[in-house]
């Protein structure tokens, strides 16, 4: 089923977290390679609104009236692949815990992509991909550091929710991925990293993979197995 999305095929693909970092850049690519991008953001920018692609803006992914908003500007257009790409990354330290800010990051990291899909469940079909951008720290095997709670947490709640959508979609020929970018040059990071065009496309190139023998898999984007 991957190959429908190559690039000679036209796809309509939805991402959300869209109007800079690496929602931007996958914005970028997909579109560069033909398919109809739908940017979907809190707050558009100038540089998605320079991309030519449908914009979506005004949504907050941890926000019920964000989500109905969504469902009435998508209306029935068939969705070919999702990229849950919104999130926050909210520094903190053990003794100084911000537990509301925790929560905030469960509610877009973890909960945000979940209401995203259920919502859009109807707009999947028999071979549409639901890719969800993770990270490596929700590894608890790979956790060698600490720190990070409030991020850490959320990660390893969404990896599990992803899981229990693999298992949802699979009947219904709908593959899910589970997507770590790197350590990705961006604002949340303060500008560490790689550069985004470089994650961009290997998360498209695991996006491209993702067939229903390899679904509910968490890959690095350079396209290993990560372990759980």
């Known amino acids: 089923m991957g190959a429908i999305f190559r690039e000679s095929a036209v796809a309509n693909i939805l991402i959300t977290g869209c109007n800079r970092g690496i929602g931007l850049e996958l914005a970028k690519q997909l579109k560069k390679r033909g398919n109809k991008v739908i940017g979907v953001c809190r707050t558009s920018s100038a540089a998605l609104e320079s991309l030519g692609v449908r914009v ?6 941890a926000d019920a009236d964000g989500i109905r908003k969504l469902i ?52 999947l079909r ?50 899910v991925a589970l997507l770590h970018p790197g350590l990705v040059a961006t604002e949340m990071t303060g500008g560490h990293g790689i550069e985004t065009s470089e994650s961009a496309r290997g998360l498209i190139e695991r996006i491209d993979e993702l067939n229903m023998q390899n679904t509910g898999s968490f890959w690095h984007a350079e396209g290993y197995v990560l372990p759980w």
């Open 72 to 123: 009435a500007a998508v209306g029935d257009l068939p969705i070919d692949i999702l990229i849950n790409n919104a999130g926050i990354l909210r520094g903190d330290a053990f003794g100084e815990l911000d537990y509301e800010q925790m929560v905030l990051q469960f509610r877009v990291n973890s909960l945000g992509p979940l209401r995203v899909t259920e919502a859009l469940r109807d707009n």
């Open 126 to 175: 028999e071979g549409s991909k639901v890719a969800i951008v993770t990270s490596r720290v929700g590894s608890i095997e790979d956790n060698g550091s600490g720190g990070n709670w409030g991020y850490r947490a959320s990660k390893t709640a969404v990896n599990m929710i992803g899981t229990n959508l693999m298992h949802e979609l699979r009947p219904r020929g709908i593959a």
């Open 56 to 61: 979506i803006d005004g949504i907050d992914v």
